[in-house]
């Protein structure tokens, strides 16, 4: 039978950004300050993104490309921590001008690059990079569920249509020697990313991990990294 934690987790979070009228449109993660627009994710609610961003291993003058950049917390940071060119790119309008206006507020809009695109739609056919890394909509919804807003996408990823489409051109946009990261966690559904990345000849080794309990429940936070099988 279908696990539904992971569904019913991501739809307490969703209810609680649509909802919270007293959410704040500024916020502190990682001793800086932050710009939050309505209908964009919000780091504020569980600790991924923080923990994510102090566990990549930023490419010291080299290229980062963020799928999904939200806020763009991840993509700011790795432009202070020696990426010599980031790109953000994010389906959702809202969170294009939230990556925009941070990167802006934090001195670094030279150097992060922020485009509206659906995974690596929007990148010229040449563009290749040193890591590429996503924060993944993880929560696999039931059959039939259907992405309502931009906001979902922060999410859900119905069919893991999305994640399908990553495991698969994700590769072909790396630097040699370059790396490809996916941050996940224990309510998204691991054997599905495994037989998505399998069927593309590819497979997963858990890069980083680590337990913490988030509104009465354990979530073990993972970071996986993409390599050829
Ligand atoms: C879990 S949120 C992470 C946001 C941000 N990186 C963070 O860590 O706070 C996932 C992000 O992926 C974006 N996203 C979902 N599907 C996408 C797609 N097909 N192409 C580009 N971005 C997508 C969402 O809009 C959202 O901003």
């Excluded at 993660?29 to 990549?56: A, K, N, Q």
């Excluded at 953000?88 to 990167?103: F, G, I, K, M």
């Excluded at 979902?152 to 495991?167: E, I, K, Q, V």
Aim: hydrophobic share 40%; charged share 25%.
């Amino acid at each position: 039978m279908r696990d539904s934690t992971g569904f019913d987790r991501a739809s307490d979070l969703l209810r609680r950004h649509t909802g919270d009228t007293g959410r704040p449109g500024e916020f502190t993660l990682l001793d800086r300050e932050w710009e939050l627009l309505d209908g964009v994710f919000s780091p504020t609610y569980t600790p991924v993104t923080g923990l994510f961003t102090t566990w990549l291993p930023f490419p010291d003058g080299g290229s980062f490309l963020e799928i999904g950049s939200g806020t763009g917390v991840t993509a700011v940071v790795a432009a202070q921590e020696g990426c010599a060119s980031v790109t953000a790119l994010d389906l959702s309008e809202e969170a294009v001008e939230n990556t925009r206006r941070n990167a802006a507020r934090h001195g670094a809009g030279d150097r992060v690059r922020v485009l509206r695109s659906d995974l690596f739609s929007a990148l010229g056919p040449e563009e290749r990079f040193d890591l590429i890394y996503w924060n993944s909509n993880f929560a696999e919804p039931p059959e039939g569920f259907v992405n309502e807003t931009d906001l979902h996408h922060a999410f859900f990823d119905p069919g893991y249509d999305a994640h399908r489409r990553f495991l698969r051109e994700a590769p072909a946009r790396l630097n040699p020697g370059g790396r490809v990261l996916l941050g996940f966690s224990s309510i998204g559904n691991v054997e599905l990313l495994r037989a998505l990345a399998a069927e593309s000849g590819q497979k997963l080794t858990l890069f980083r991990s680590q337990g913490r309990e988030v509104d009465t429940m354990v979530i073990e936070f993972q970071m996986w990294e993409l390599t050829a099988e």
